[in-house]
């Protein structure tokens, strides 16, 4: 069985098939994976049946070390996952039901409506995150992935020096707050901003990309208003439809992207009345960006 990669997309994002993944990975295939993800920073793997958290678990491990456990905006009945290597990305509280529509964590989970990258308000931010499918609504609740590399390379030359060694300042007290969600003294405490570049150069390819997210929202050196503005544009011009693919889920499906080179969001479905419930791992990219300014 060859592994295979099919584009679904002029720029970005492939299915892969071939493999196994609820299977142990050959060294061969997590590498050929590994390129996949290189080349198409989203790969889509169609199962039919979702993994179990060992599988996922076990699968995500071939591509790094999972994230250290983060402050999480808790629902007010409690956790309903309780293994910390698994982000519960839903709509359903610890008893089952339908999260409150005032409930701090369906707030919150509001916010992954907004294009980010994961965890880029983690001094150390995310590599790779994996979203299994496990319940979907009727309609709506596609993701959409942007591609920050085409994003960059679109830019005209005077912009591209303009933005070239500006550091950014990310924080969820950015994105949340921009919701009017309140705070405890201990998550502003937990969510003090950190630096990130926000012209990132890929490791093994070369390649330059933006390092946009919702939770940007300072620019060292430049007044809040004009890192504003700047961010905003950048946003605008980076998710224009030529740079994006949507993923409309089936059951069964995981979706791998890479958050050094692309950025994505939820899109919105009834979810007073549905229920959708994806399980996500995420793999730490082990070094700051502020410090891999010479690298590539
Ligand atoms: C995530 C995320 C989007 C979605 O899991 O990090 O942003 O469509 N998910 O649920
Ligand atoms: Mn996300």
Redesign the pocket.
Known sequence: MALTFTPLHPVIAAACSGVDIGQPLTPEQAATIDAGMDKYAVLVFRQGTPLTTPQQTAFTLNFGEQEPPYTQIQAAGGVRIADPGI?D?SNLAADGGILARDDRKRLS?LG??MW?S?SSYKKIPARY?L?CAHVLPPEG????FADMRAAYDMLDARMKARIEDLVCEHSRIFSKGALGIPFTEAELKAFAPVRQRLVRTHRVTGRKSLYLSSHAGRILGMPVAEAQILLRELTEHATQREFVYS?K?RVGDLVMWDNRTTM????PYEDAVYP?E?R?T?VTDGVPTVEQQLAA
């Open positions: 982000s990305i989970g992954n409506q980010h994961d995150s979203l609740g596609d993701t959409q993923h889920w994505h969001r939820a899109r959708r994806l996500r995420t």
